[in-house]
């Protein structure tokens, strides 16, 4: 029987760390290379930017546009240099939903066929793009200008910060379309960011909320003038970005993971979360500026 050579032996044992954890890798999407074919992809430094690029149509997401979309925040796990993404769309309005043409044509045309496979394909996709989303360690910050209906109101929902303007019109429109609020989990997120009552009343009437009213009622964080609504949220993706961005990472997986919890189980969900985030060298780094009377330089590890 052979054996490992004393040369492989070595080359593993000097391996760097990094290397190391690319053998484990899939093959995935190159991001320094990324050049998506249904939405605008810009990175600077730590943060990248996508953009729905449609702007002729108040930038519609079509079949394809989602599962791409889908692809890329499943990806991003594998993205090391990024720590956080700004999601915003094309002149003047984030997104308008489904395209009528592209999507809801020919899921009219799948029910008259009694395709019930197809559409089932087709909702479990959607909200495949919102679980990529939610599972991506990077924050999310939605720039909202402009019309945020449908689908485009699920993105701006999934994301973890909304920065939105006074003439934006956020709409769960579903009901409009003989469907129900029950989409790409709605039912299950909205009533947490707004409260039930207001989430019923949004998901029952597919009423538009302004500007105004989303940031009262909880949508928006924060209400921008709309030529510098992208500018504050890819600031704030950069503040972001220059935190201690593992941390950032447990505090979004914490977030999302707890929202199935008993206090008790949050609790000692945190407890180790927390005891982990204490061996990182950002910690350290912390520790060490406070005594130096510095603002601390996180590297996220």
Same mark, same amino acid.
């Given at each position: 029987m052979s054996t490992p050579s004393v040369t492989a032996a070595a080359h593993r044992d000097d391996a760097a760390p990094a290397d190391t954890a690319r053998r484990f890798r899939p093959s995935r999407v190159d991001f320094a290379a990324f050049k998506p074919r249904h939405f605008l992809w810009q990175v600077d430094g730590k943060v990248a930017t996508?953009?729905?690029?449609r702007p002729e149509r108040?930038?519609?997401?079509?079949?394809?546009s989602y599962a791409e979309l889908r692809d890329t925040f499943r990806d991003l796990v594998y993205?090391?240099?990024?720590?956080s993404v700004v999601i915003t769309g094309a002149g003047g309005n984030f997104c308008s939903g489904g395209d009528v043409h592209e999507i809801i044509g020919p899921l009219v045309e799948m029910q008259r066929r009694d395709d019930i496979p197809g559409l089932l394909a087709f909702t479990r996709m959607?909200?495949?793009?919102?679980?990529?989303?939610?599972?991506?360690?990077?924050?999310?910050?939605?720039?909202v200008d402009g019309v945020c209906a449908g689908a485009g109101a699920?993105?701006?929902? %999934?994301?973890?910060?909304?920065?939105?303007?006074a003439r934006?019109?956020? %709409?769960?429109?579903?009901?409009?379309?003989?469907? %129900?609020?029950?989409?790409?989990?709605?039912?299950?997120?909205?009533?947490?960011?707004?409260?039930?009552?207001?989430?019923?009343?949004?998901?029952y009437t597919?009423?538009?909320?302004?500007?105004?009213?989303?940031?009262? +009622?909880?949508?928006?964080?924060?209400?921008?003038?709309?030529?510098?609504?992208?500018?504050?949220?890819?600031?704030?993706?950069?503040?972001?970005?220059?935190?201690?961005?593992f941390a950032h990472a447990t505090t979004k997986r914490c977030i999302h993971?707890? +929202?199935?919890?008993?206090?008790?189980?949050?609790?000692?969900?945190?407890?180790?979360?927390?005891?982990?985030c204490m061996q990182t060298k950002d910690y350290e780094r912390a520790y060490e500026a406070f005594v130096r009377k510095e603002k601390p330089v996180f590297q996220g590890d």
């Open positions: 996508i953009t729905l690029n108040k930038n519609p997401l079509t079949l394809e993205a090391g240099g990024i720590k959607t909200g495949d793009l919102v679980k990529a989303m939610r599972a991506c360690p990077q924050p999310i910050v939605a720039a699920i993105l701006a929902m %999934a994301a973890d910060l909304r920065l939105g303007t934006s019109k956020v %709409a769960f429109l579903f009901v409009r379309v003989g469907l %129900a609020g029950a989409d790409m989990g709605a039912c299950n997120m909205l009533p947490r960011i707004v409260g039930v009552g207001r989430a019923a009343e949004l998901l597919g009423r538009s909320m302004d500007g105004g009213e989303a940031e009262r +009622w909880g949508f928006f964080n924060k209400l921008h003038e709309p030529n510098a609504v992208l500018a504050e949220a890819q600031t704030l993706a950069k503040s972001i970005a220059d935190g201690p961005t993971q707890e +929202w199935n919890m008993g206090i008790d189980e949050a609790i000692e969900a945190e407890a180790q979360a927390q005891a982990i």
